[in-house]
């Protein structure tokens, strides 16, 4: 039976679920939701599939997810046969669960940042680009430390669901006017994610980073 | 920034906000315009305008028009009342608008992008264009001096996936029309009508000289697509030319032509420029004894 997303192809959240859909190969449903302008996550029928009024939500079978990092800990657990996109031995699954975490709260401020420069929504944080900053300077010295190991992604020499957790954080910088020219290897990170075979855009994904 | 002083840019009409967003339930809308922060209360059957300082809405109400899914006002005395779109009347029709979209350019760089056909392939790749059809056709284009409008007429492009509910590609006949210095209009083949025509606008709010909202509106005749699906086509495609605006520089629109030896595609921004030349425009114009920077 084909996923289900409620999808907005607008949000940075969403857009984590369909990447890693794209990725795995997955036959997938897109629910097309009005979030902007209709603010149609207020309304009852969609408060009735997700109380929080949040895009993305994924349907599969009997199980309703409703978080971006859990859908995609969930699309790997159970449609990846590889194993590879959530690593299983101890080190790496835990060093995937803390990375997945560091993208739902520490690059919220990304995502909010955004979504006020772009569409004018106040933010919850109290400053986002300076949250976004700290956040850009924690993934790119984690970086700089694989690098030193040869490892190319956040957890280990392949990717998993941390690095297209934290991707769209990351590239989607250009939008509220956040340059990557200080967080060389944050580049050359997102350049690898592109290259990924099955990788997806969404508009405001740049060309070139 | 205060409020400008260009007669030009404050005798005409401007979109000030959606109705769904003004509402007494929102409470006070308060929005900028030209630099002049408003305040906008809903009343019975319309609304109220104001300018509005830090100690609330001071001067008389502002004129007022109710269209297009939008709401209109004006700092000045336009010469003419607010453009007709005729299309608004035809009741089959589904008419959609995508909300304000902030992007940090004039507005006039937002309506030249928009009349830009030569971007179509590389922004918005295997949708309005394809790389391996680049060629724009060639077009017509003049002032119309009776209604004070630029159009370009006769214009046609390959596109992949012209409308939401486009099945396949279709040479598109375009038809552009520069109704104020900060309204566009185009009107396009309809995929499921080739004898009717779409009409898409975009309503620029120039809040500063280099800050715009962009308030994007569809009215199409498409039996097909949900309203969602038609709003989110337009937002998808906007955003992609939200990023190239962003990072245009400078942020103002140089009246001088933008190539020394300018092209077929260039032609309608050089009669855009012309027009606002003409008219004495300066708000969201980049001055031409500055010398451009190059690009960021
Ligand atoms: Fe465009």
């Known amino acids: 039976m084909a996923l289900v997303l409620h999808d907005y192809e607008l949000s940075a959240d969403a857009y984590k679920a369909r990447l890693l859909v794209s990725i795995l190969g997955l036959d997938c449903v897109k629910v097309p939701v009005d979030v902007f302008p209709g603010r149609e996550t207020d309304g009852a029928a969609f408060r009735a599939v997700n109380p929080r009024g949040t895009v993305p939500v994924l349907v599969d079978g009997d199980i309703v997810i409703r978080s971006p990092e859990a859908i995609l800990a969930h699309l790997a657990a159970r449609h990846d046969p590889s194993g590879r996109w ?61 690098s030193f190991d040869g490892l190319p992604f956040l957890v280990g020499d392949t990717p998993t669901v ?39 855009a969404m508009p405001g994904v740049p060309e070139f980073l | ?121 590389f922004v918005h790749t295997d949708i309005l264009g394809a790389e391996e059809q680049p060629e724009v056709p060639k077009y017509d284009c003049e002032i119309r ?34 109704a104020t210095p900060f309204n566009v209009l185009l009107y396009k083949t309809c995929p499921s009508d080739q004898a009717r025509m779409d009409v898409i606008a975009l309503f620029i709010q120039p809040v500063e000289e280099d800050l715009s909202l962009a308030y994007a509106v569809v009215n199409v005749v498409d039996p097909v697509s949900t309203h969602t ?32 030896t300018p092209t077929r595609a260039d032609m309608s921004s050089i009669a855009f420029r012309r027009w606002l030349k003409e008219k004495g425009l300066r708000y969201g114009v980049f001055e031409k004894n500055e010398p451009i920077p190059s690009a960021a």
Not at chain 1, 87 to 100: I, S, V
Not at chain 1, 126 to 138: F, S
Not at chain 1, 167 to 190: H, M, N
Not at chain 2, 230 to 246: C, G, K, S, T, W
Request: charged share 25%; glycine share 8%; aromatic share 10%.
């Open chain 1, 86 to 146: 959530l690593p299983r031995d101890a080190a790496g699954y835990a060093a995937t669960l803390d990375w997945l975490a560091f993208a739902a709260h520490d690059l919220k401020a990304a995502d909010e940042a955004r979504l006020e420069e772009m569409l004018g929504l106040p933010p919850t944080v109290a400053d986002p680009l300076g949250g976004t900053r700290r956040a850009y300077r924690i993934l790119d010295d984690h970086l700089v430390r694989q």
């Open chain 2, 1 to 121: 920034m205060a409020k400008t002083t260009d007669r030009a840019a404050l005798d005409t009409w401007y979109v000030v906000g959606r109705p769904e967003d003004i509402t007494a339930a929102a409470g006070t809308y308060r929005t900028r315009l030209l630099g002049q922060d408003l305040e906008v209360r809903p009343v019975d059957g319309g609304y109220i305008v104001r300018e509005a300082d830090a100690g609330g809405p001071s001067g008389d109400p502002l004129p007022v028009r109710i269209a297009y899914g939008h709401v209109w006002s004006t700092l000045g005395t336009p010469a003419r009342d607010l453009f007709p779109i005729d299309e608004f009347a035809e009741t089959d029709r589904r008419v959609a608008t995508c909300g304000a979209v902030r992007v940090r350019a004039s507005g006039l760089r937002l309506v030249e992008n928009f009349l830009d056909m030569a971007h179509f392939p």
């Open chain 1, 162 to 200: 941390a690095d297209i957790a934290c991707f769209p954080a990351v590239v989607l910088s250009i939008e509220f006017g956040c340059a990557l020219e200080e967080y060389p290897k944050l580049r050359s990170w997102t350049r690898r994610i592109r290259a990924l075979p099955g990788f997806v």
């Open chain 2, 145 to 178: 001096r009776d209604v004070d409008e630029v159009w370009a007429t006769n214009c046609t492009f390959w596109q992949p996936q012209a409308a939401a509910h486009a099945e396949g590609g279709q040479m598109t006949d375009y038809t552009y029309r520069v």
């Open chain 2, 229 to 260: 699906g038609i709003i989110h086509f337009q937002q998808m495609i906007f955003l992609q030319d939200r990023i190239i605006l962003e990072n245009q520089r400078p942020r103002l629109l140089p009246l001088s032509p933008r190539a020394e």
